[in-house]
């Protein structure tokens, strides 16, 4: 006989089922009681849980964040060098979110920087990338940061994301960009 999984907790329900309707609505159409019906519960018990749809909105963008890291950790255990580290980071950042805006063009609330959690998510992600860059630049000659690099790097994925043409073009985009920074890291790198 088949294990039956745990029936998800009360809170991770409704962030659930709210991912759905910031998705379909954005934020500022959203209302709790789209929430509280697309969670099939009351609104008296939504205020239970959340005080109001800003906390609902910061709990959807950092579940949202942490999956993408999840996945971004799991995969740089495979990856060989810095070229295949930050395209694996780069895409999963870049393209799930796009993927996510052409479906449903509102939820670019879920990734829009005027946002609180959005700008936190960012940080971390760009910490993630200082993490992935700060070894490799600090061998080689070039005067940049890893701090710069990654802030650098979080920014062209942003501006990318508008002149793209698709999901395809996009990853295309991140690639090209990906491999000029291992490109200039690698030619640079000290011979020490």
């Not at 934020?27 to 005080?51: G, H, N």
């Not at 971004?72 to 979110?97: H, P, T, Y």
Request: with cysteine; aromatic share 8%; proline share 4%.
């Amino acid at each position: 006989m088949p294990e039956k999984k745990p029936a998800l907790g009360r809170r991770e329900s409704i962030i659930q089922a709210a991912t759905g309707v910031f998705l379909r609505y954005g934020f500022a159409r959203t209302t709790m009681k789209d929430v509280a019906e697309a969670a099939r519960i009351s609104r008296p018990t939504l205020y239970q849980s959340f005080p109001d749809k800003e906390s609902i909105f910061r709990e959807v963008v950092f579940e949202m964040g942490q999956k993408v890291f999840r996945t971004i950790r799991e995969g740089l255990q495979r990856a060989v060098d810095l070229e295949a580290k930050l395209l694996l980071a780069c895409n999963a950042w870049g393209s799930e979110g796009f993927e996510m805006v052409v479906t449903n063009p509102d939820a670019n609330d879920l990734f829009d920087q005027c946002f609180e959690p959005v700008q936190e998510i960012d940080q971390e992600f760009e910490a993630l990338l200082v993490e992935l860059l700060d070894t490799p630049l600090s061998k080689t000659d070039l005067q940049i940061s890893a701090a710069e690099m990654a802030r650098t790097l979080v920014f062209s994925i942003k501006g990318l994301k508008y002149t793209a043409k698709s999901g395809e073009d996009l990853r295309l985009l991140i690639a090209v960009n990906v491999k000029t920074i291992a490109i200039a890291i690698e030619s640079r790198t000290s011979k020490r």
